[in-house]
Nanobody
Framework: QVHLVESGGGLVQVGGSMRLSCTAS???????????QRWYRQAPGNNREMVAT???????DYEDFAKGRFVISRDNVDNTLYLQMNNLKPEDTAVYYC????????WGQGTQVTVSS
């Protein structure tokens, strides 16, 4: 089992920046078999959508709306996943979720990000 807790959300103005964190805890074997880590988001009335991925080997990938503005990274020592978001837009307003895949999917509880114009 893996337990994920997101933090760092809140209210930010258009053009501002915010860094989200996702701290993992739980079974060491599960953490060591992690295949990829992702950030997703879900805006009201919309389906959950992928934002960014970082593989076990450190390869990153972004959805088009995130390219050039968001950066996914991690600290393997602290078992923490990050999402640095820059030049935020009102359409980035959503609940952001971290996701770990070890052969099983694990989700955090989500953190609200609100971008005000």
């Amino acid at each position: 089992q893996v337990h994920l807790v997101e933090s760092g959300g809140g209210l930010v103005q258009v053009g501002g920046s915010m860094r989200l964190s996702c701290t993992a805890s739980g079974n060491a074997l599960s953490l060591n078999t992690m295949r990829w880590q992702r950030w997703y988001r879900q805006a009201p009335g919309n389906n959950r959508e992928m934002v960014a991925t970082i593989s076990k080997g450190g390869i990153t990938d972004y959805e088009d709306f995130a390219k050039g503005r968001f950066v996914i990274s991690r600290d393997n020592v602290d078992n923490t996943l990050y999402l640095q978001m820059n030049n935020l837009k009102p359409e980035d307003t959503a609940v952001y979720y971290c996701n770990y895949y070890t052969g099983e999917n694990y989700w955090g509880q989500g953190t609200q990000v609100t971008v005000s114009s």
